[in-house]
C-alpha cells in the first residue's frame, strides 16, 4: 500500500477552503458568513434615520442589492473610506479585507443563499442619543433651514451665540442633525468680533453663503457622515473664548423629498486646562490659496507640491485633506533625517462627498529635521464624472463648489511641551513666504519689489501705527484689492 503524500495533498487542502474558512462544498450563506460582514461594517450607516437612502437590518434587505453591494464594495468605494498608509494604521478604518470581499462575491455567485436562520448573528447595539454621554453644553440652530427636494448641493454657514462667561476648553464636540438623509458634513468654527452673527441676519435665507478666511482661522473640528464623535487625546482640547459665537459651515445634499433642518451640537469641556499645546501644519497654506493654483481647461495631472523641514521633534496624532470636485489624489510623506520614509497619508481617488480627519491608531514620532511634503492633485478633464462643467473651463483657487481649493492638513504635539511656540513660528514664517512668493507671482519683479510692493500694503492700511496689520486691517486690504481686480 503506497503512502500518501502529506506534502502533496496539502495544496489541494488548502485550496477546498475560501478565505472565510467555509468548505467549497458548502457555499457561503447569508446567516453564518455574509451577515457579520454586513452587520459589522455597514448597518451603523444603513439602518432608520441614518444618512443611507436604504437599510441592512435582515436578509431580505441585503438580498435585494446584493449585485450592488458585491459591485461596490469590490470596487473599495463601500464602505467609504479614502485614507491610505503603506506604513502607519489609521483608527476606526472601515475598510473590508480582501477575503471579506470574497465571500461577498461568492456568495452572490452562489445565488444569495439565506443559510440557517438559528446561526445569523444579532445585530449591533447602536448608541442611541448622545455618543459619548450627557453633554456639557447643548445648543441647536435658531431657526430652520429650508432643503429643497431637488437642486446643486447647498453649502450654507449657521451661527449660533454660545454665551460664555468665561473660557471653555473643549474635548469634544458632538454634532446631531435633524435630518440625516440631507446633512453631508458640517465644520465647527468660533468667532469671537461678531462679524459673523451681522452675516447671518442680512440675507433672506437663514444663515449665510460665503465662509471668509478670517473664521477659518478659528476651527475646532467637525462631523461628516459615517464619522463618530471621538474625544481629543487626554491632555488636549480645543480653547473656546469667552463670548464665542459657534459657526456650522454645513454641507447639503438634496435628497428628493423637501426637508427642514435644525441642527444640534453638544460640547464636552475638560474641567482643566489643557496640559499640552497642539497645533496643525496644512500644506499648501490657507486650503492652496497661495500656491497659484489656476487648472487649465482639459488637464488632468494638475499638481501642487509644498514641504516644510520640521524644527522640533513632534508626535502625530491625526491626518486630514480637502479640495472640491477636481481633486484627484492627496498624498502627505514625511522625509525623516536619516533618509526614510514615512507615508503620512495616500488617498488616490478623492471623492468631495466623504472628508474626514483619520486618528493614527498610534501617534507618529517624527524627529526635528523631518520634511513634511504634500502633494495635490486635480483633474479638469471631460473623464472627471465629478467636473461640474461640461466641458471643462479653467478653474482657479476660491470658496465656492466650483472653485478649488487643495491642501493636506496634520495634526501634531511636540515631543518637548515647551518647543511649541518654535513650532508654531516656523509655520508662521513658512506661510510668510507662501505669501510673499503669491504676491511676487501676482504682481511680477524681485524680491525688492515684492517687500516694496508688501510695504506699502502696510503702510496703506495699517490704522492703528503698530507696524502690521490686524485681522480688520486685513480684511481691508482684502476687500480693496478684490473690488481693483488684482
Known sequence: MRKLRIDLLLPAVICALSPDGYGAATEPNFSEHVAPIIFNNCTSCHRPGEAAPFTFMDYREVKKRGRLIAKVVGKGFMPPWHAHSKDLQFDDA????????????????????????????????????????????VVSMADSYAVPAEGPDIYRNFVIPLQLKEDKW???????????????????????????????????????????????????????????PKMLPEGLAYRLPKGSDLILSTHFHPSGKDESEVSTVGFHFSDEPPTQEFTHIQLPPLFGALAGVMIPAGKADYQKIDSIKLPVAVKALSVSAHAHYLGKSMQMTAHLPDGSKKEMISIPNWDFAWQEEYSYSLPVSLPAGTRLEANVIWDNSSDNIFNPNDPPKPVRWGRESDDEMGCVTVMVVPENPSDIAKLKNAYREHVRKAAGSAAANRFGGSEKRRGSLLKRVVTQFDKDGDGKLNAAEQAAARKHYRKNRF
Do not use: C
Open 170 to 228: 473643549i474635548r469634544a464636540i458632538e454634532f446631531r442633525p435633524g435630518k440625516r438623509s440631507v446633512v453631508h458634513h458640517s465644520l465647527f468654527y468660533y468667532d469671537t468680533s461678531g462679524a459673523a452673527r451681522k452675516m447671518d441676519g442680512k440675507e433672506e435665507e437663514h444663515g449665510f453663503r460665503r465662509l471668509g478666511q478670517e473664521f477659518r482661522r478659528n476651527a475646532i473640528g467637525g462631523w461628516a457622515v459615517g464619522g463618530n
Open 94 to 137: 472601515r475598510q473590508l479585507t480582501s477575503a471579506q470581499i470574497q465571500t461577498i462575491e461568492d456568495w452572490l455567485s452562489a445565488g444569495m443563499p439565506e443559510g440557517d436562520r438559528a446561526k445569523l448573528p444579532s445585530l449591533p447595539e447602536f448608541t442611541d442619543g448622545w455618543q459619548l454621554g450627557k453633554p456639557d453644553l
